[in-house]
C-alpha cells in the first residue's frame, strides 16, 4: 500500500510540476473511519474529485451508513474499520478524539498510508472553559501509534457545516495542516484545495498542538458570547 501511496503521490507531483492536473490522474481509496458529521461533510466532496470512498463503521450495514454510500457514490462502500483502512492510501480519522487510541491500534498495518486527523481532543476545566486534554496533540500521538503511517493534522479548525460548503464563509478559508512528512502533506494539500479551501503548512507534527488550541479559544470565545471565526485568510499580497 505504501507503494500505491507513493505512486499515486508522484503522479500527483509530476502533475503539479508539469502544471496537468486534473481530478483523474491522482485518484486515490480514502477509507473515512466514522460516519458521523465530518464524514458527512468529507466523504461525498472527496468522491466528486475522483477519489474511492470506503467508510470504516463498526456497523457497516446500519440504515444511515448505507444512506451516506448511497449520498457519496462513485463506487464508495462501507466496510469494518480495518478492512476499510487496509484498501485505502489515505485514512481519515472522523471519530471521537478519545476513541483514537484504540482505533488506529485496531487498523492493523498502515505503514505508508496518510492519515488524516481532523479530531478536537478537549478537556473541560474547573472554570468550564476548553482547555488541552493532555501534553502535546492528539495528532502526535497517533502518529506515535502508528509510526511507520504518515500522520496530517488537517481539518479541525473548522465545522463540518463549512467543510461541506466553503463559500458560506463569504471568502477563502485555510485547512492548517501539520506533519512530519511533505509528500503526504502536498496529498492532504490537494484534497483540500481541490474541494475549495486554501492551506497553509504549520510545519511538522509537533506543531499539531497548536492548530488543536485553536478549537479551545474558538469554542471558548462562543460559550462565552464572542464568537469569531477562524479562516486565517492569506494578505492579499501573497
Ligand atoms: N463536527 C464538526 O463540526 C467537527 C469539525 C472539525 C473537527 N471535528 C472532529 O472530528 C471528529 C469527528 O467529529 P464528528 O462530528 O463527525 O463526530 P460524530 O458525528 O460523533 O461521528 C463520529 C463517528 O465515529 C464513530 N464512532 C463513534 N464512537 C466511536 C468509538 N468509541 N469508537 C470508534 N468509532 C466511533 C461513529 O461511526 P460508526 O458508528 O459508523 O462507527 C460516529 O459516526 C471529532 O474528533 C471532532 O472533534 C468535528
Redesign the pocket.
Known amino acids: 500500500m505504501r507503494g500505491n501511496f507513493m505512486r499515486t503521490a508522484i503522479v500527483f507531483l509530476a502533475a503539479v510540476i508539469f502544471g496537468h492536473v486534473t481530478t483523474s490522474v491522482h485518484a486515490a481509496t480514502i477509507a473515512i ?7 458527512e461533510a468529507l466523504g461525498p466532496r472527496f468522491a466528486e474529485l475522483g477519489h474511492t470512498i470506503i ?1 470504516g ?3 457497516p450495514n ?1 440504515a444511515d ?1 448505507q444512506a451516506l454510500v448511497q449520498r457519496t457514490g462513485h463506487g464508495a462502500q462501507a466496510l469494518a474499520p480495518a478492512v476499510a483502512a487496509a484498501a485505502a492510501d489515505a485514512i481519515v480519522l ?4 478519545d ?1 483514537a487510541e ?2 488506529v491500534k485496531s487498523l492493523g498495518n498502515v505503514s505508508g498510508k496518510v492519515i488524516i486527523d ?3 481532543p478537549r478537556h473541560i476545566a474547573e472554570d468550564g472553559l476548553r482547555d488541552y486534554a493532555f501534553d502535546g496533540s492528539n495528532a502526535e500521538r497517533i502518529q506515535q501509534w502508528a509510526p511507520a503511517a504518515h500522520v496530517v493534522k488537517a ?2 479548525t ?4 463549512l ?1 461541506t460548503n466553503p463559500a458560506s464563509a463569504g471568502g477563502p478559508v485555510t485547512v492548517a495542516l501539520a506533519g512530519d512528512d511533505s509528500t503526504a502533506k502536498a496529498f492532504v494539500a490537494e484534497l483540500a484545495q481541490g474541494i475549495g479551501f486554501d492551506t497553509m503548512d504549520f510545519g511538522p507534527v509537533r506543531y499539531a498542538h497548536v492548530i488543536e488550541g485553536m478549537f479551545y479559544v474558538w469554542g471558548n470565545a462562543r460559550q462565552t458570547g464572542t464568537p469569531f471565526e477562524f479562516f486565517m485568510r492569506r494578505p492579499p499580497s501573497n
Open positions: 473511519v466514522g460516519t458521523g458529521n465530518v464524514a467508510y463503521s463498526r456497523e446500519r451508513v472522523a471519530i471521537p478524539w476513541a484504540a482505533v481532523p479530531t478536537n481539518f479541525n473548522m465545522t463540518a457545516g467543510m
